[in-house]
């Protein structure tokens, strides 16, 4: 009987909204050739109960990058806003005089936005806590994430890509080797941005000239890995019209990338150091040298959402994980925390499946609908300033800088981006010309998604004029 009432209730809530899509989104799609089947919409107002438009909104569907919206806001509210992460160092033999006799021990919480120079701050501490000189090896523990995590293979072919990188507890950089290249009278030049010995640079690249055009399609990479070193040979041709460019890749595997990281700062701070590295769980007679916190999450979530960091948002799922179900953290206990937040907030997606959080995924799935409530949801949430805050800003920033710029929709909209081969989606919050927020989304499924971004923007001028 329950169930019959509930389907009958949105049966009749229902009956008011727009079943068929507005005229300049559908001609938007048949121009691309996606036929409307593969695609999924909704839109709500943030004071309404019930939607405005829905089209195939209860299919599931591969939403891509767009899934960080659901690890994001889980973490905010499971979380909050003012959790820190915290990177632990030990030692486990006796300082004399400045010289530690034994072992320098690092233990990763998960940090996703521990950085070089959070690194440098640590390694400083480290030395005017009393240690100069270490006579062992670096160790670093690894343990809160299961060691199954990060042994897959990579979503694709791009072995070396940095969106390919697996997560780790204790993760520097986001293990990313940024690759600047700039053209200059002499030619092109190819350096690191953070510089490390271990990393060779081979620059076969020629300067042309023309439009810079797809300027990453002109060139290839090799990796050599080696022992103890890299070499990564760069052939082809960057147009002088290019300027600067990036180039991120993670060339070295996250042990010996943070170890690179260690030595070189360990050195520049003035410290001694000839050990090796190891990975090993941090021995019970320890001693605790200190401890350093990240930035708030309400902070770090920015660079997931507005530039779509697949590794943070894993790193992110991992922690929900370690904090919220049991230790040694995977995904699929980040999942099952993930399913026990929607359900007890009376939001059980039945469709919905995350493979890592981050959307870099061919199996993660859920509908247009849920993901429209679960956003209705977060906006009437405590936590509803950091998450907004973390979304692009239509036009002006993040994924979404170069879109509609001469629009009255400019400003008006913190949208959050997905794409992948055969996938595109776009999902938020917009403000009306008449100032009522609207959530909406749109799912796309096809293998001509990324030909479906004008009717992306269609649907945001038609939210835009809502009376």
């Known amino acids: 009987m329950r169930n019959g009432l509930l389907g009958l209730l949105l049966l009749l809530f229902g009956v008011n909204a727009q079943a068929e899509l507005p005229a300049t989104v559908a001609d938007a799609l048949k121009k691309a050739g996606i036929p409307q089947?593969?695609?999924?919409?909704?839109?709500?107002?943030?004071?309404?109960?019930?939607?405005?438009?829905?089209?195939?909104?209860?299919?599931?569907?591969?939403?891509?990058?767009?899934?960080?919206?659901?690890?994001?806001?889980?973490?905010?509210?499971l979380l909050g806003p003012a959790y820190r992460w915290k990177t632990e160092v030990y030692r486990d033999g006796q300082v004399n005089n400045g010289v530690l006799e034994g072992n320098l021990i690092i233990k990763g919480y998960g940090d996703p936005s521990f950085k070089a120079q959070e690194f440098w701050r640590l390694l400083m501490a480290v030395q005017?806590?009393?240690?100069?000189?270490?006579?062992?090896?670096?160790?670093?523990d690894k343990s809160l994430f299961a060691s199954t995590v990060g042994s897959r293979d990579t979503f694709d072919n791009e072995t070396w890509r940095a969106y390919n990188a697996m997560p780790s507890a204790f993760l520097v950089n986001g293990r990313n080797t940024s690759f600047k290249f700039t053209a200059n009278e002499a030619g092109v030049s190819v350096n690191q941005e953070f510089e490390l010995p271990e990393l060779q640079i081979v620059n076969n690249m020629k300067l042309v000239q023309g439009a810079c055009g797809e300027w990453r399609s002109r060139f290839g990479y090799n990796i050599k890995p080696a022992q103890d070193k890299a070499v990564v040979t760069f052939s082809g041709v960057f147009s002088a019209e290019c300027g600067e460019r990036y180039l991120e890749l993670s060339v070295f595997d996250d042990e010996k990338y943070a170890f690179y990281i260690f030595r070189k700062l360990w050195r520049e701070l003035g410290g001694q150091f000839n050990g090796g590295v190891k990975v090993l769980e941090t021995p019970a007679n320890a001693v605790k040298v200190l401890e350093q916190t990240s930035d708030p999450l309400g902070y770090v979530i920015r660079d997931i959402n507005k530039w779509s960091n697949n590794l943070m948002a894993r790193q992110l799922l991992l922690t929900i994980a370690a904090e919220k179900h049991s230790v040694p953290a995977t995904e699929a206990k980040g999942f099952a925390a993930l399913k026990t937040w929607l359900f007890t907030k009376g939001m059980p997606f039945d469709e919905l499946i995350i493979e890592n959080g981050s959307g870099l995924s061919r199996i993660e799935r859920i509908n247009a609908e849920h993901l429209g409530m679960m956003l209705v949801s977060a906006f009437r949430s405590p936590v509803m300033p950091e998450l907004m805050a973390s979304l692009p800003i239509l036009s002006q920033d993040g994924t979404i800088k170069k879109r509609l710029n001469g629009s009255q929709s400019n400003g008006r909209a913190h949208l959050k981006t997905g794409s992948l081969d055969g996938v595109s989606a776009i999902a938020g919050y917009e403000i009306d010309a008449n100032n009522h927020r609207h959530v909406l989304v749109m799912l796309v499924n096809h293998s001509k998604a990324a030909a479906s971004k004008d009717a992306q923007d269609a649907l945001i001028e038609w939210v835009h004029q809502q009376p």
């Open 37 to 77: 089947q593969d695609v999924s919409v909704y839109v709500q107002a943030v004071d309404s109960d019930r939607p405005i438009l829905t089209h195939n909104a209860g299919k599931s569907m591969n939403p891509a990058s767009v899934m960080k919206l659901v690890t994001t806001n889980a973490a905010l509210d």
């Open 128 to 140: 005017q806590a009393g240690i100069k000189e270490i006579k062992g090896d670096l160790v670093i």
